[in-house]
């Protein structure tokens, strides 16, 4: 799934855009809408950097609920949880009451679950608490029948090659991400056709090539 219209603009108005960097509540250097993670301190972007700075975090988040949430979800919970993790990160979800309330299938119970994440360096603060508000509003405003969403399989591997490369993408032109040591299992999305050379990892990013591994 992707963040609908009305998701990205509860993103942007709780972010807000700042084109210079700076420091947030807790002290992390951020610039746009909320990016962090490669900002320097004194640097200056244009609208337009921000927009694109913007659509890559959305893309990783939204890649991260599609990851920790088994259960369907509407529009509206999809943009919920992304607009959560876009603030706390996909590892706040991972660990929280609400996701696992929310994949026992428990989805008043997980909607209760997000104004309890209102705190930043241990204090409550007013702006979270709206938007833990308006997340949660919009978490229960969906339709009451879920968009299904795909069923994925996996299965578990086992490494037969003494060091495997884990790469970016299906094929050995992208560059390595990781590597697999031998005896080693990891999960792999379980492929349509079990011809396909290449598995795509689900505990991390990135692909290994089946031809060295043994179910």
Known sequence: MKTSEAGRKLIQQFEGCRLQAYRDC???LTIGYGHTGDVAAGQVITQQRADELMVKDLERFER???R???VPLTQEQFDALVSFSYNL???SLQKSTLLRKLNGKDYQGAAQEFVKWNKAGGKVLAGLTRRREAEKAMFLSGKTTAVPK???EFETVTITAEVLNIRKGAGVG???V????KGMTC?????KNPQEVWGKLTDREGYICMKYTRS
Do not use: F, N
């Not at 990781?178 to 040591?181: D, N, S």
């Not at 999960?187 to 492929?191: A, I």
């Open 26 to 28: 807790v002290g992390v």
């Open 64 to 66: 991260g609920v599609e």
């Open 68 to 70: 920790c949430v088994t």
């Open 89 to 91: 990160g996909t590892g």
């Open 150 to 152: 795909e069923e994925k």
């Open 174 to 176: 992208y560059p390595i």
């Open 178 to 181: 990781g590597k697999l040591q």
């Open 187 to 191: 999960t792999v999305e379980k492929r």
